[in-house]
């Protein structure tokens, strides 16, 4: 796997790369397949044990299809209004909806590892993105996340996603670890 | 590295198409209304498929449609006619729509329950009419509720 481009997805403020197996870039990939009954039945068969595990209560596969399509559905309108928000408001940014992927570091390096987490309590659908500057993000991938853990296959998966679009960014040196400290600036 | 210069490096490097991204999300959001609803189509026609042990092909020509129209379905994101979803039904034996405001008045004679009949908006068609009607009532949601309007 390799990225074979970034795509601007809202202005100055969120970009997506584009894997070389993918026609689209991988954020409007996933918004994609989150609003696909199809993508989505079969994901919730595929992981039916972690999907009735308890973690989030007793639910059919129907239940979490429609759960999924209202979720990704009001993610969707939020990233929207921020960047509306954002042409106007320069306090109400994209950083409001990212938060740490680790929530034990407290000390956030510029190029932290982020996710996007669906609005709605306990939400199940995660954006993975590497902050690389004030408000600027790139979104390496998403997923469903139905344990607590990243131990699955497909969260494994984002995992490693991060690191070849952090690696990647390095090699075009859009970042520099050496010099994350300037660009808290 | 300053963030100008991460700027103008992104410049540089950043795909000259847009993410197109921002156009599905507003067709999204302008046809909510029917995507909801094509949808719940959507969850139905899997769960029959299932049931009778069908592929999407079998479906396909059940229908006379080609493979690609029914994966449209089954993917919640077709804007589907009258007359697509009257073929779906036939091919799956089963009813996927039910429209509301179906009604059917029949005699107060009837011997019908009488317990939880309430006052419905279909009082104005029925007072017209000399006797106490009662007046059976389909919606979307429920099963027949037999409305008193008397």
């Given at each position: 796997?390799?990225?074979?481009?970034?795509?601007?997805?809202?202005?100055?403020?969120?970009?997506?790369?584009?894997?070389?197996?993918?026609?689209?870039?991988?954020?409007?990939?996933?918004?994609?397949?989150?609003?696909?009954?199809e993508?989505?039945?079969?994901?919730?068969?595929?992981?039916?044990?972690?999907?009735?595990?308890?973690?989030?209560?007793?639910?059919?596969?129907?239940?979490?299809?429609?759960?999924?399509?209202?979720?990704?559905?009001?993610?969707?309108?939020n990233?929207?209004e921020?960047?509306?928000?954002?042409q106007?408001?320069?306090?109400?940014?994209?950083?409001?909806?990212?938060?740490?992927?680790?929530?034990?570091?407290?000390?956030?390096?510029?190029h932290?590892k982020?996710?996007?987490?669906?609005?709605?309590?306990?939400?199940?659908?995660?954006?993975?993105?590497?902050?690389i500057?004030?408000?600027?993000?790139?979104?390496?991938?998403?997923?469903?996340?139905?344990?607590?853990?990243?131990?699955?296959?497909?969260?494994?998966?984002?995992?490693r996603?991060?690191?070849?679009?952090?690696?990647?960014?390095?090699?075009?040196?859009i970042?520099?670890e050496?010099?994350?400290?300037?660009?808290?600036? | 590295?300053?963030?100008e210069?991460?700027?103008?490096?992104?410049?540089q490097?950043?795909?000259?198409?847009?993410?197109?991204?921002?156009?599905?999300?507003?067709?999204?959001?302008?046809?909510?209304?029917?995507?909801?609803?094509?949808?719940?189509?959507?969850?139905?026609?899997?769960?029959?498929l299932?049931?009778?042990?069908?592929?999407?092909?079998?479906?396909?020509d059940?229908?006379n449609v080609?493979?690609?129209?029914?994966?449209k379905?089954?993917?919640?994101?077709?804007?589907?006619?009258?007359?697509?979803?009257?073929n779906?039904e036939?091919?799956l034996?089963?009813?996927?729509?039910?429209?509301?405001?179906?009604?059917?008045?029949?005699?107060h004679?009837?011997?019908?329950?009488?317990?939880?009949l309430?006052?419905?908006?279909?009082?104005?068609?029925?007072?017209?009419?000399?006797?106490?009607?009662?007046?059976?009532?389909?919606?979307e949601?429920?099963?027949?509720?037999?409305?008193?309007?008397?």
């Amino acid at each position: 796997m390799k990225i074979v481009s970034i795509f601007e997805v809202l202005k100055e403020c969120l970009l997506s790369v584009q894997y070389d197996e993918n026609e689209i870039d991988v954020f409007r990939y996933i918004m994609g397949c989150w609003r696909d009954v199809e993508y989505l039945r079969n994901f919730f068969k595929k992981h039916d044990k972690d999907l009735t595990s308890g973690f989030y209560g007793e639910i059919t596969i129907n239940e979490a299809i429609r759960r999924t399509l209202d979720e990704a559905e009001e993610l969707e309108r939020n990233i929207k209004e921020i960047a509306q928000r954002g042409q106007t408001d320069k306090t109400n940014t994209l950083q409001t909806l990212f938060r740490p992927l680790k929530k034990t570091e407290e000390n956030v390096p510029e190029h932290q590892k982020s996710k996007v987490y669906g609005t709605q309590r306990k939400s199940w659908l995660r954006i993975y993105a590497i902050r690389i500057g004030p408000n600027l993000f790139v979104i390496s991938g998403g997923a469903i996340k139905l344990t607590p853990n990243m131990e699955p296959e497909h969260l494994m998966d984002e995992l490693r996603k991060l690191e070849i679009t952090k690696n990647y960014l390095k090699e075009k040196e859009i970042f520099d670890e050496d010099d994350y400290e300037l660009l808290e600036f | 590295m300053a963030v100008e210069n991460i700027q103008e490096k992104l410049a540089q490097m950043l795909s000259p198409e847009k993410s197109g991204w921002l156009e599905d999300a507003n067709f999204r959001t302008e046809n909510r209304g029917w995507l909801k609803r094509s949808q719940t189509i959507a969850m139905k026609v899997l769960d029959r498929l299932e049931e009778l042990n069908w592929d999407q092909k079998k479906l396909a020509d059940k229908m006379n449609v080609t493979a690609q129209q029914v994966s449209k379905i089954v993917k919640g994101n077709e804007n589907l006619t009258l007359k697509s979803i009257d073929n779906l039904e036939r091919a799956l034996g089963i009813e996927l729509v039910r429209l509301s405001m179906t009604r059917i008045i029949i005699s107060h004679n009837t011997s019908l329950p009488k317990e939880g009949l309430k006052r419905s908006p279909a009082i104005k068609l029925s007072m017209k009419l000399k006797q106490p009607e009662i007046v059976y009532e389909a919606s979307e949601d429920k099963e027949m509720t037999y409305l008193n309007t008397g």
